[in-house]
């Protein structure tokens, strides 16, 4: 994928929708940050493990810019999906 310029591209928008789709897909929706249920501590460990695999994607033995970028795109997916949360079911 590749983009340029501001704002976001549509590119890049559907790529993180696209990640949110495959985390409902995986694991149900009850079980992604867009979950009324989940309780915001909860989204934060989720939002903190996929911070994490971005990290692990610098690391110097793991070069993989694909892999970055799917990791950041996991990271702005689960971080678009709680804001969404919020604003739609208000708190946890």
């Known amino acids: 994928m590749t983009t340029t310029g501001l704002p976001l591209q549509d590119a890049t928008v559907s790529a993180v929708q696209a990640e949110m789709l495959h985390a409902v897909a995986k694991h149900g929706h009850d079980m992604t940050v867009l979950s009324p249920t989940m309780l915001d501590t909860t989204k934060l460990v989720v939002l903190v493990e996929e911070v994490g695999e971005v990290a692990r994607a610098m690391t110097y033995d793991n070069g993989d810019r694909g892999q970055l ?9 689960v971080a678009a999906g ?3 949360a919020l604003d739609q079911w208000g708190t946890d």
């Open 82 to 84: 709680w804001a969404q």
């Open 69 to 77: 970028v799917r990791e950041l795109l996991q990271v702005a997916a």
